[in-house]
């Protein structure tokens, strides 16, 4: 039984702070459907009037409606009191159940009245316990076949329900059963999401980790290269760990210039140490290795002339090569799409920002949003891997039909954008544009298949009033979505009026 219930029930609990905050929210609502339940009660025989539904007049229809309403009211009292979670739950559920079964009795059964029940079930599925769910239908059926064979003019406005109360309250529960069997079911696929998102961040991690154990052990495991030079930068030892480090041998490198080990753009660095009177200077330098090829080097220079049994500049540096390196990717990755290797939303949003910041005075700013037309059809037809190699084919197309000094990025899914950071005239930019949707219109070919691809897009200038960010980036939305109700694929773009104009 237990393996069965773990196979149809997801394990998923709400933290404590997200289950107060739902279930904080689910007892007000029910505290302010509390007065509406009572109002409709109390004027039930004019209610029934409105919507043409027969009274039931003053008897047992009463007595049971207003037991309802007493029941809803002592369920929102309990549930302010009560203080367990599994308790709060149930009564607050047990008391939205109620106050949907008195609005179906207020309004004489009416049909339409009975969809508050799925929308009470919505908001109890908020606490995503299944001991709720089930005893939902259990007390949606018990209520439609009690109460239906009791007073059926209660629960039903059809003639078919008073003759058979038991089959029509089974149905209503069935249909309830099948919304607790999609609340159910997406639960699980929520579990399975985040169980997917955990192991992907366990691997990255263990990932990370691997490469960081793997410096340590590099650095562990080499020598610092200790470098003694006179004043005109001239080597007068260095020690053996240079052949294991740089590939050089000691004797090969005394009596040389250790500047010529420097590359040029770092010589600045290490110059200025002589100069400025310090007696210690730490630098990140590239250093030549014997093979040719130049490596970041960790550098700390001490001045030790006056130290008699030094009597010169002690330099010490280990390679660094790998953490700058894996430093660098780490910066690249977070600026930059996995996929298509374009910068990614925030990069792209923070290059605007930055755009539109040093843009002079004079020249405008355009922003072109870029949706791919018929995306997903492509990509259930032809795999997704056909749909990741069409985005890669339609970012290296982007970047071609751009200046160099232009940012393309992927906002997500099938959008892309394209910032001109200095244009004279929305002309410009429109003719980026089409120059895109040509280059867009050639067939790509993904393995076998020649796929041809269209666009909308959208286009928005900062203008002569020099809109922000937020307001240029919303126009451009606009424009795209304009461009896409098009009967012709091209593009839309929202004018300084601001009427929004369209071309293909």
């Known amino acids: 039984m237990g393996t069965w219930v773990s196979r149809v029930i997801p394990d ?33 025989e004019r209610i029934a009037v409105l919507l043409q539904q027969p009274h039931n007049g003053h008897g047992r229809g009463d007595v049971i409606m207003w037991a309802m309403v007493g029941a809803t009211v002592a369920c929102t009292a309990a549930a302010n009191l009560i203080s367990s979670r599994r308790a709060g739950s149930l009564v607050v559920s047990l008391g939205l159940l109620l106050a949907s079964a008195a609005l179906v009795h207020a309004g004489g059964g009416l049909t339409d009245l009975h969809f508050s029940f799925f929308v009470v079930l919505g908001l109890i599925s908020l606490y995503q316990e299944w001991l709720t769910l089930v005893l939902s239908v259990a007390l949606v059926a018990a209520h439609h076949i009690v109460v239906g064979i009791i007073v059926p003019e209660l629960v039903f406005s059809e003639t078919q329900a008073f003759q058979h109360p038991v089959f029509f309250g089974l149905l209503h529960a069935v249909f309830v059963l099948a919304m607790c069997a999609v609340q159910l079911a997406y639960w699980r696929f929520i579990r399975r999401a985040e169980d997917e998102t955990h192991s992907v961040q366990e691997r990255a991690a263990e990932k990370l980790r691997r490469r960081e154990e793997r410096y340590r052990a590099l650095v562990q495991d080499s020598c610092d290269v200790i470098s003694v030079v006179d004043r005109d930068g001239v080597i007068e030892s260095v020690s053996p760990a240079v052949q294991v480090v740089m590939g050089y041998r000691p004797e090969d490198l005394e009596g040389t210039s250790y500047h010529a080990l420097i590359h040029p753009e770092d010589l600045t660095a290490m110059q200025a ?4 009177g310090a007696s210690e200077r730490r630098a990140e330098v590239r250093t030549r290795h014997a093979d040719g090829t130049w490596h970041w080097h960790d550098v700390t220079l001490r001045d030790l002339t006056d130290n008699p049994a030094v009597g010169g500049i002690v330099i010490s540096h280990r390679d660094v090569t790998e953490r700058r390196e894996f430093q660098d990717l780490l910066q690249h990755e977070a600026a930059h799409d996995v996929l298509t290797g374009l910068l990614n939303r925030g990069a792209l949003l923070k290059a605007l920002d930055q755009a539109v910041d040093a843009l002079p005075a004079g020249r405008r700013l355009a922003v072109l949003f870029i949706d791919l037309n018929d995306f997903k059809p492509i990509n259930d037809t032809l795999g997704h891997e056909a749909g990741d190699n069409l985005l890669i084919a339609v970012g290296h197309a982007l970047q071609r039909s751009v200046l160099g000094a232009d940012v393309v990025g992927r906002l997500g899914g099938d959008e892309f954008a394209v910032v001109l950071g200095d244009i004279t005239a929305p002309d410009n930019a429109i003719a980026v544009a089409t120059r895109i949707l040509s280059a867009l219109s050639e067939p790509i070919t993904i393995g076998a298949t020649a796929i041809r691809c269209s666009a909308s897009i959208g286009i928005a200038d900062t203008g002569p009033d020099r809109i922000g960010v937020d307001e240029l980036l919303r126009r451009a939305d606009a424009a795209m979505y304009q461009a896409k109700r098009a009967k012709d694929t091209g593009w839309a773009m929202h004018s300084d009026n601001p009427a929004v104009s369209a071309g293909g």
């Open 273 to 276: 140490f002589h100069g400025s």
């Open 12 to 44: 998923i609990r709400l933290s404590e702070e997200t289950f107060a905050v739902r279930h904080r929210m689910l007892r007000t609502v029910l505290t302010m459907l509390l007065p509406v339940i009572v109002g409709m009660a109390a004027f039930e």
